[in-house]
């Protein structure tokens, strides 16, 4: 998986609140959700995202309640991958579950500026920061999430495998 | 290899002899949960994989508890959802308006968490159920999924951190200042990824619902987790509430831990959280001059029996000042009919509180309280983010149900002491 892009710079601790508000959260609709992504953090998120662009954060990025909706909303605003220091627990599970490509590079996180023009390539394990000229090596996941995410998804993975049964 | 109380649990759960950190297991759950908001995507990825049973019909938890009684259409489309999967897949605990509450308050109460068991919720609070010597943690709709259908989950075995709580707190001391005071002290990723084990001579001070109260919060410091050690008080509550097998599990005594802090709960003053980070703690004696608008009690955190009873012991016989409405909300329906056998709605009706049915509502600024710009709240809840309550520019100050109640007579965030004369 390889994506281009440009950055768009957040802080420490962006919440689940701010990704999406719980007052938009009577829908499940993509691209719904996908125009209020941001809102109360940066009412100019939306208006000036493109798609492929990249979301760069500092720590304990998407910390906050289990909705699904915000990576979802990120997903669907056209961020093709977010890069932060830390990520929230469970933040970080529902981007793989979804199929959200999420990295954690504090080195690039911290060199990122705005409108950087980023390239990541999650198969190589590299990111070019084009305005800095400079690259930083990135972990590849374990094999157990890989599976997941090359499968296409928890789900596509538990279609094949799911034999319901009821047992006790 | 020794092993936490987490790993311990965790590693029976996915039929191991022994775990370490950093392993990726695949567990059995004994208990799988969703609500109105996340419960509908989660139905969405089940039907869209085509899968047509669910793996067992009495371990899956439906309660639509965040928009309910059903705010608006929208809402009550997402809640028709829910219903018509529940009536279709026979799944047995799905509650209705009229007996659900507040799903981390309900689960227990209705006995369907016990210590041992392995509990995924799309619901970050999840962590509550800890309190019972569980293993239970916050997941997103697609886990939840997958978990309807197969009842395993995936899973990174923590670290762990323990907290041994030690000493007997003080009057206005509850659940919600010691889990503030840990917040304001590790910080909101001071637990990211871990478990956090309370331990200690402490904990024969702290009732059930001020474990629930703590374990609640463990993901308001990023951990996965939140676990309490079992002892007789645990017991006692999962004998009266449910018929389930328990199993108790305990840490061996070289168990590894991260870190070990030792927290000497009679030297805690009440706290408050102030905006906009569960971690801006500060202790009663320095919060200063804060004029309020709002008073919530209520919510998975705070909406439990005592908490009622210490509201309604400060509330008795007073008045809510004329520039607050103080919100009540009892967690559950049992709770709720609790408070009135007791009287308790009369001392809150007599005081000018509006009393509301089991809903998260106002919590997530979801109804039944929503804040404007530039106003403030106290509320007992969990969450005090940029707009979680309401508009961007509102304030949410997090406090116990005492300081909650003692600040709707007063007008500003307060000490009971200061009313309790
Ligand atoms: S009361 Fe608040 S924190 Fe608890 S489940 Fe409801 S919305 Fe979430």
Same mark, same amino acid.
């Given at each position: 998986?390889?994506?281009?892009?440009?950055v768009?710079k957040?802080?420490?601790?962006?919440?689940?609140?701010?990704?999406?508000?719980?007052?938009?959260?009577?829908?499940?609709?993509?691209?719904?959700?996908?125009?209020? +992504?941001?809102?109360?953090?940066?009412?100019? /998120?939306?208006?000036?995202?493109?798609?492929?662009?990249?979301?760069?954060?500092?720590?304990?990025?998407?910390?906050?309640?289990?909705?699904?909706?915000?990576?979802?909303?990120?997903?669907?605003?056209?961020?093709? +991958?977010?890069?932060?220091?830390? /990520?929230?627990?469970? /933040?970080?599970?529902?981007?793989?579950?979804i199929?959200?490509?999420?990295?954690?590079?504090?080195?690039?996180?911290?060199?990122?500026?705005?409108?950087?023009?980023?390239?990541?390539?999650?198969?190589?394990? /590299?990111?070019?920061?084009?305005n800095?000229?400079?690259?930083?090596?990135?972990?590849?996941?374990?094999?157990?999430?890989?599976?997941?995410?090359?499968?296409g998804?928890?789900?596509?993975?538990?279609?094949?495998?799911?034999?319901?049964?009821?047992?006790? | 290899?020794?092993?936490?109380?987490?790993?311990? $649990?965790l590693?029976?759960? &996915?039929?191991?002899?022994?775990?370490?950190?950093?392993?990726?297991?695949?567990a059995?759950?004994?208990?799988?949960?969703?609500?109105?908001?996340?419960?509908? %995507?989660?139905?969405?990825?089940?039907?869209?994989?085509?899968?047509?049973?669910?793996?067992?019909?009495?371990?899956?938890?439906?309660?639509?508890?965040?928009?309910?009684?059903?705010?608006?259409?929208?809402?009550?489309?997402q809640?028709?959802?829910?219903?018509?999967?529940?009536?279709?897949?026979?799944?047995?605990?799905?509650?209705e308006?009229?007996?659900?509450?507040?799903?981390?308050?309900?689960?227990?109460?209705?006995?369907?968490?016990?210590?041992?068991? %392995?509990?995924?919720?799309?619901?970050?609070?999840?962590?509550?159920?800890?309190?019972?010597?569980?293993?239970?943690?916050?997941?997103?709709?697609?886990?939840?999924?997958?978990?309807? &259908?197969?009842?395993?989950? !995936?899973?990174?075995?923590?670290?762990?951190?323990?907290?041994?709580?030690?000493?007997?707190?003080?009057? !206005?001391?509850?659940?919600?200042?010691?889990?503030?005071?840990?917040?304001?002290?590790?910080?909101?990723?001071?637990?990211?990824?871990?478990?956090?084990?309370?331990?200690?001579?402490?904990?024969?001070?702290?009732?059930?619902?001020?474990?629930?109260t703590?374990?609640?919060?463990?993901?308001? &410091?990023?951990?996965?987790?939140?676990?309490? @050690?079992?002892d007789?008080?645990?017991?006692?509550?999962?004998?009266?509430?449910?018929?389930?097998?328990?199993?108790?599990?305990?840490?061996?005594?070289?168990?590894?831990?991260?870190?070990?802090?030792?927290?000497?709960?009679?030297?805690?003053?009440?706290?408050?959280?102030?905006?906009?980070?569960?971690?801006?703690?500060?202790?009663?004696?320095?919060?200063?001059?804060?004029?309020?608008?709002?008073?919530?009690?209520?919510?998975?955190?705070?909406?439990?029996?005592?908490?009622?009873?210490?509201?309604?012991? $400060?509330?008795?016989?007073?008045? %809510?000042?004329?520039?607050?409405?103080?919100?009540?909300?009892?967690?559950?329906?049992?709770? !709720?009919?609790?408070?009135?056998?007791?009287?308790?709605?009369?001392?809150?009706?007599?005081?000018g509180?509006?009393?509301?049915?089991?809903?998260?509502?106002?919590?997530?600024?979801?109804?039944?309280?929503?804040?404007?710009?530039?106003?403030?709240?106290?509320?007992?809840?969990?969450?005090?983010?940029?707009?979680?309550?309401?508009?961007?520019?509102? @304030?949410?100050?997090?406090?116990?149900?005492?300081?909650?109640?003692?600040?709707?007579?007063?007008?500003k $965030?307060?000490?009971?002491?200061?009313?309790?004369?």
């Open positions: 998986m390889k994506f281009e892009g440009k768009i957040y802080g420490d601790n962006v919440d689940t609140d701010v990704i999406i508000p719980a007052r938009y959260l009577n829908t499940s609709d993509h691209s719904e959700l996908a125009k209020h +992504c941001m809102e109360d953090l940066d009412a100019t /998120f939306v208006t000036r995202v493109n798609k492929g662009d990249v979301m760069v954060a500092g720590y304990n990025f998407g910390c906050g309640s289990s909705r699904e909706h915000a990576p979802i909303a990120i997903k669907a605003s056209g961020i093709s +991958c977010v890069i932060a220091k830390t /990520f929230a627990r469970i /933040f970080y599970r529902n981007a793989i579950n199929g959200l490509p999420i990295v954690e590079s504090p080195e690039c996180a911290n060199d990122a500026e705005e409108n950087d023009r980023l390239e990541i390539d999650l198969e190589k394990g /590299f990111i070019i920061n084009y800095k000229g400079k690259t930083y090596r990135i972990e590849p996941f374990p094999e157990f999430i890989q599976k997941i995410i090359v499968a998804g928890l789900m596509a993975r538990t279609k094949k495998e799911a034999l319901p049964t009821e047992t006790d | 290899m020794p092993m936490t109380m987490t790993q311990k $649990i590693a029976k759960a &996915a039929g191991l002899d022994s775990v370490k950190p950093g392993q990726l297991v695949q059995k759950v004994d208990m799988v949960l969703g609500n109105d908001i996340t419960a509908p %995507v989660a139905i969405h990825e089940f039907e869209k994989a085509g899968l047509e049973k669910v793996f067992h019909t009495e371990k899956i938890a439906l309660v639509p508890d965040h928009f309910t009684p059903n705010k608006d259409i929208k809402s009550a489309e809640v028709k959802r829910m219903r018509e999967f529940a009536r279709k897949m026979g799944i047995k605990h799905f509650f308006v009229g007996q659900m509450g507040v799903e981390h308050a309900l689960l227990p109460e209705q006995g369907l968490v016990v210590a041992g068991d %392995v509990v995924i919720g799309a619901d970050s609070h999840t962590c509550t159920y800890g309190a019972l010597g569980a293993f239970s943690t916050g997941t997103g709709s697609t886990d939840m999924a997958a978990a309807m &259908a197969t009842g395993e989950v !995936w899973l990174k075995i923590p670290e762990a951190i323990q907290f041994n709580l030690i000493g007997k707190p003080s009057e !206005w001391v509850s659940g919600k200042d010691i889990i503030l005071h840990i917040i304001g002290h590790i910080g909101v990723a001071g637990a990211l990824y871990k478990s956090m084990e309370f331990t200690g001579d402490g904990l024969e001070f702290l009732s059930m619902d001020d474990r629930f703590i374990a609640n919060m463990a993901i308001e &410091a990023g951990a996965k987790n939140g676990i309490f @050690e079992v007789e008080e645990t017991i006692k509550y999962i004998q009266e509430h449910s018929c389930k097998t328990y199993e108790v599990f305990t840490a061996d005594n070289d168990a590894e831990y991260l870190k070990e802090y030792t927290i000497d709960l009679s030297k805690l003053k009440p706290t408050v959280s102030f905006p906009h980070l569960p971690e801006n703690t500060r202790t009663i004696d320095q919060v200063g001059e804060i004029p309020i608008h709002q008073v919530v009690i209520g919510s998975c955190t705070n909406g439990r029996m005592e908490d009622m009873r210490i509201a309604a012991k $400060i509330l008795a016989g007073r008045k %809510v000042h004329r520039d607050v409405r103080c919100i009540v909300i009892p967690a559950t329906q049992r709770i !709720w009919k609790e408070c009135m056998q007791e009287g308790l709605f009369d001392i809150f009706v007599d005081a509180c509006a009393v509301s049915t089991p809903t998260c509502g106002p919590c997530l600024g979801g109804h039944m309280g929503v804040l404007a710009a530039g106003e403030r709240a106290v509320s007992t809840t969990n969450r005090n983010f940029v707009g979680r309550m309401g508009h961007a520019k509102s @304030e949410v100050y997090l406090a116990s149900p005492a300081i909650a109640a003692a600040s709707a007579i007063t007008g $965030i307060s000490s009971p002491d200061e009313v309790m004369k």
